[in-house]
């Protein structure tokens, strides 16, 4: 039996390569792009049982996920949440619960949720935003490099390192 690692690794790759194969001379590529040749990779190649499964895994993962999004409370045009029945608090740790059943307890712990995540959001933000307009000055200051790479490579000293892409955001509620 080979390890679920060595798969999710496989599928990395695959993702990759598909990724490569649709990226464009200037280093662009969509995600409708990206997709489709995923679509045909999955279409022609013969999979492994294992490798399937994992794909199908990630597949109704993610689907449950945006369908949850979808279905979180909504706004009217002038900011005000909207009750519907079929609406879905999130509570946190993968839970939810339909708003034609949630207790007071519930939309405390919703809010509590919709609090941290914002929280976390804006300081991943901050960064983000912080880290750009540092690079962005260095392309200001010197107007010969012309790529990030560039940038990144002869102003903040990087080097080539083994970064693993392992989904370390798994995307679920604090």
Known sequence: MIDPMDWKKLLEQILHDTASSVTDATGHFTQREHEAALERYFATTDLDPALRSL?????????????????????????????????????????????????????TAAALLSSLNRARVNLADDRFQLYINQRLLVFRRYPNLRTWDQVEREAFGYVDTQLTFEDTDNDEDF
């Not at 979180?72 to 045009?77: A, G, L, S």
């Not at 005000?80 to 609406?87: E, R």
Request: proline letters at 6%.
């Open 55 to 107: 794909i199908f895994r990630e597949a109704s993962q993610q689907s449950a996920r945006k369908w949850s999004r979808r279905r979180r409370p909504r706004r009217d045009k002038d900011g005000n949440v909207l009750y519907h029945p079929d609406c879905v608090f999130q509570l946190g740790g993968g839970d939810r619960v339909w708003m034609s059943h949630a207790t007071p307890e519930d939309g």
